[in-house]
Structure formats: structure tokens, C-alpha cells
């Protein structure tokens, strides 16, 4: 993945937790504060604007309008995701782990994860970048919070695991939000043969697109229109999955499949009240690390 895509993403993610946390307190289904800090000048504007209804509504029409879906889509997920590390800390998990953690801000957001040492791993520039952020915004990089540097076209998780002597006897919750549907379909089942080594009972947290998406996106809403705009931006998706061939391959890495839902479902089940339809394609799983 190159750098600046997964910065591009990254910042998008933030600019809608950012407007999310601008609602009224009564409709928000969380607070990110930090969010508004990891994006540009034009979407910090569209941020502040959007407390105003009248911008709301324009701004959430021009989202919906490019990308349908995409930002109940994304908020929803935030919320499930959220819900999904709480249990797997509930169930004992001793440290978090985040893949490919673009601006994801759960370890200081989150007061659950406050005492849990959370480690995440990205590209240097991105990591380089949300370290300075912290450093200017909250004086300080968070105390649990560890950041480890990968160029995966030099090196891979197992040395990187290795050099940085990385604990696999912890009960651990690895987060892949967001990146799966941009990787080869061997570096996929490596990253999984990764999360393979850490001790049962530790949870994986992670997207995926329907793989039908990459076949027929005219199945979907706002699908081809999709596509074909990732093409245009040189960050097209490569990997999918079937919903119902995934549980047998979680099996082949002593993984099972806890839940898995997709955009629809969790949309329902966070956003009811947000009428809203497209990408339902996008979807998110949990499972464990068997015995």
C-alpha cells in the first residue's frame, strides 16, 4: 500500500468521526475530539460548518451523492468496532494491536483501552505524521501507546514482531480496520498467519468487501461508480472475500468466526434513524483464536 493512500484513507475515516462528533449530544453515537486534528484545512472548515443545519444537510448530501453510503458506513463501523474491542477487553485481552492504524485514535478516545498498552503499526509516514499531532495537541505521545514503523516492501510482521520483541503469550486484540480489500490475497493469509501466532483466546477485529463487489459492482449501489474511481485514483481494490467461505478459512489459522456483519446490519444496528442506503458491500468480522 502506498503511503499516501493510506494517509488519503486515514483522513477521510477522521473527517467522519470529526462530523459525527459535532452533532447534538442526544444523536451522536460517539465522541472523537481528536479526529478534526488529522485532517486539512477544507474539511476542518466542512467540520465546523456542519454544527449549522443547513450545512449539515448539504454536506451530507455531497458525501452521500460520491460515495453512497459511505458515511453512515463508516460511522456505524467506528461504533461496532468500538463495541467489538470492549467485549474482547471484557473477556480478558491484555494488549491491542492495530494494523495498519492510519488515524485511528482508540487508544486515547477510549477509556477502556486507557490502562491497556495498545501498539500500532504503519507505514513511517503516517506514523510519523499522527505521532507529531499528538506531540502538538496533546503535548505528549499517550503512555500507552507504542508505535512501530513498517515499509512493507522491506520488511514483513514476523521480523518486525521479532526485532521489537512483540508478546504472542498475551491475550491480544488485533484491529485490521480498513485495509484487507487493497492487498494480495498472499498478504492476506500472511497477516493472518501473523494473528495465528498469538495465544487462544486472543480476538481479530477486521473488514472485508464482499467479493462480489470486484466481480459484478453493478450489484451494488453506487458500486461501479466506486470502482471506477479508485481506478482514476491508482488505489483500486484487489481482495474480497464471500461471506459464507469465510468461516472455513479463519478455520485453516485456528480461528473462528465469532460475527460477522455487513454495512446494512450494522448501519441498523448503531444508525436506525439514519436512513440511509449504499455500500453494503463493506463488512466487518470478529473472531477468536481457538484452543
Not at 129 to 135: L, N, P, T
Not at 234 to 261: A, K, R, V
Amino acid at each position: 500500500m502506498k503511503a499516501q493512500k493510506t494517509s488519503r484513507t486515514a483522513q477521510y475515516m477522521a473527517f467522519f468521526r470529526a462530523l459525527e462528533t459535532k452533532r447534538n449530544q442526544k444523536d451522536r453515537i460517539f465522541s472523537d475530539p481528536y479526529a478534526i486534528h488529522f485532517v486539512d484545512s477544507k474539511l476542518r472548515l466542512a467540520v465546523r460548518l456542519s454544527q449549522y443545519s443547513v450545512f449539515s444537510k448539504y454536506i451530507n448530501h455531497t458525501i452521500n451523492k460520491k460515495i453512497p453510503g459511505a458515511l453512515s458506513s463508516g460511522t456505524a463501523r467506528t461504533k461496532y468496532i468500538d463495541e467489538l474491542l470492549k467485549t474482547a477487553v471484557s473477556n480478558g485481552v491484555q494488549q491491542v494491536i492495530i494494523l495498519g492504524a492510519g488515524f485511528d485514535t482508540r487508544a486515547v478516545r477510549l477509556d477502556f483501552l486507557k490502562s491497556i498498552p495498545v501498539i500500532e503499526i504503519d507505514h513511517p509516514n503516517t506514523s510519523n505524521f499522527k505521532a507529531g499531532i499528538y506531540k502538538k495537541r496533546i503535548g505528549r505521545i499517550p503512555e500507552n501507546v507504542t508505535f512501530l514503523q513498517i515499509d512493507f516492501n522491506k520488511q514483513n510482521l514476523d521480523q518486525l514482531a521479532e526485532e521489537n520483541n512483540l508478546d504472542f503469550s498475551k491475550p491480544t486484540a488485533v484491529i485490521w480496520e480498513g485495509v484487507t480489500n487493497y492487498l494480495t490475497e498472499e498478504a492476506v493469509k500472511s497477516t493472518f498467519s501473523f494473528i495465528s501466532k498469538f495465544t487462544q483466546n486472543s480476538y481479530v477485529i477486521f473488514t472485508y468487501v464482499h467479493k462480489e463487489i470486484l466481480k459484478n459492482p453493478e450489484l451494488f449501489l453506487g458500486g461501479e461508480k466506486l470502482l471506477k474511481d479508485l481506478e482514476k485514483l491508482e488505489e483500486h481494490w484487489t481482495f474480497g472475500f464471500m461471506p459464507n467461505e469465510l468461516p472455513e478459512y479463519l478455520n485453516q489459522f485456528n480461528i473462528q468466526l465469532l460475527e460477522d456483519l455487513g454495512a446494512d446490519e450494522y448501519r441498523q444496528k448503531f444508525l436506525p434513524d439514519r436512513a440511509e442506503k449504499g455500500y453494503e458491500f463493506y463488512r466487518t468480522a470478529f473472531a477468536v483464536k481457538k484452543v
